[in-house]
Nanobody
Framework: QVQLQESGGGLVQAGDSLRLACAVS????????VAWFRQAPGKERLFVAS????????YYADSVKGRFTISRDNAKNAVYLQMNSLKPEDTAVYYC?????????????????WGQGTQVTVSS
């Protein structure tokens, strides 16, 4: 059974940093790309960042480029999202998702497996 479990969310102030983690089990992580999405209250779920199966390539939404960094540790079956210089507009539930194959995909429908999400709240 494939499971993705996010952790690391919380309440922070604008300008602070957080690191989210996604623990992956039940699949061969070296065959799968992983992405982070986020969903703000009353809004659609949007792509944030993705990473290739070996961690060698990454892709970011324009809204987080230069502030967020996605990384992975396949030995630990984990993917991370380092979020710096957080803004109130980054407030959302953050989800990790995985798919077989390539990482240059940004649609919800492109991803097969999803976690339950972790709440990030940034106060001004």
């Amino acid at each position: 059974q494939v499971q993705l479990q996010e952790s690391g969310g919380g309440l922070v102030q604008a300008g602070d940093s957080l690191r989210l983690a996604c623990a992956v089990s039940g699949l061969t992580v070296t065959s799968y790309a992983v992405a982070w999405f986020r969903q703000a209250p009353g809004k659609e779920r949007l792509f944030v960042a993705s990473i290739s199966w070996n961690g060698g390539s990454t892709y970011y939404a324009d809204s987080v480029k230069g502030r967020f960094t996605i990384s992975r540790d396949n030995a630990k079956n984990a993917v991370y999202l380092q979020m710096n210089s957080l803004k109130p507009e980054d407030t959302a539930v953050y989800y990790c998702a995985s798919k077989w194959g390539g990482f240059l995909f940004t649609r919800i429908s492109d991803y097969t497996y999803w976690g339950q999400g972790t709440q990030v709240t940034v106060s001004s």
